[in-house]
């Protein structure tokens, strides 16, 4: 079983940052890929950012040289660090870890908005 708590959301301004948290509570955290997600209203769920348990990360077109995805795996943390932000970049923002010795999981979401 793994638990994933989301942090960080809020209102933001265009062209402002933030960055969010998801807290993971599994032995095995360094092992397991983490991803961001989002779920803007009316929209599918899309990938945001991938970080494998190397390290290597991949990130969705849309936000490619805006946000970073990185990892602490001695807290088991992961973070998503969001710059330049854009109204379009308004959703729900959801934690996923995947494994394939455990499975996948979601967080419960944190929202962010971005307007004036």
């Known amino acids: 079983q793994v638990q ?14 933030l960055r969010l ?5 599994v ?8 991803a961001w997600y989002r ?10 950012a991938t970080i494998r348990s190397d390290g290597s990360t991949n990130y969705g077109d849309s936000v490619k040289g805006r946000f970073t995805i990185s990892r602490d795996n001695a807290k088991n943390l992961v973070y998503l660090q969001m710059d330049s932000l854009k109204p379009e970049d308004t959703a729900d923002y959801y934690c996923n870890a995947n494994s394939p010795l455990l499975g996948t999981y979601w967080g419960q979401g944190t929202q962010v908005t971005v307007s004036s």
Do not use: D, N, W, Y
């Open 4 to 17: 994933l708590v989301e942090s960080g959301g809020g209102l933001v301004q265009p062209g402002g940052s």
């Open 39 to 48: 779920q803007a209203p009316g929209k599918q769920r899309e990938l945001v």
């Open 27 to 34: 032995r095995i955290f360094r092992f397991i890929t983490m």
């Open 21 to 25: 948290s998801c807290a993971a509570s």
